[in-house]
């Protein structure tokens, strides 16, 4: 039932930026925590960010002041800024919906997609 459409990875040097973009549905949308998490390779995957439906957000300390979570309303797309990017920021990105469902956290995610930053 759950769909998330990513787009927006890439190859970027070093300091650039990018934006990625998850696009969801209405429904899933307003009753999900949105989040981007991202994995490494020989890494566990890990949260990068999420958004509540308040719009109140939290993020991994590793990005804090780099990037930045939003969302359109009108959209049902939630986005991904990073700026200042690093090496260590190259990883498969993940759009993820979580919600707290009869006593159980339901997670969906999106396909991933590539971001790498290189010289």
């Known amino acids: 039932q759950v769909q998330l459409v990513e787009s927006g990875g890439g190859l970027v040097q070093p300091g650039g930026s990018l934006r990625l973009s998850c696009l969801t549905s209405?429904?899933?949308?307003?009753?999900?925590?949105m989040g981007w998490y991202r994995q490494a390779p020989g890494k566990e995957r890990e949260l990068v960010a999420t958004?509540?439906?308040?719009?109140?957000?939290d993020y991994a300390d590793s990005v804090k002041g780099r990037f930045t979570i939003s969302r359109d309303n009108a959209k049902n797309t939630v986005y991904l800024q990073m700026n200042s990017l690093k090496p260590e920021d190259t990883a498969v990105y993940y759009c993820n919906a979580r919600r707290l469902w009869l006593g159980v956290f339901n997670n969906y995610w999106g396909q991933g997609t590539q971001v790498t930053v290189s010289s």
């Open positions: 209405g429904s899933i949308f307003s009753s999900h925590v």
């Open positions: 958004i509540t439906s308040r719009s109140n957000t």
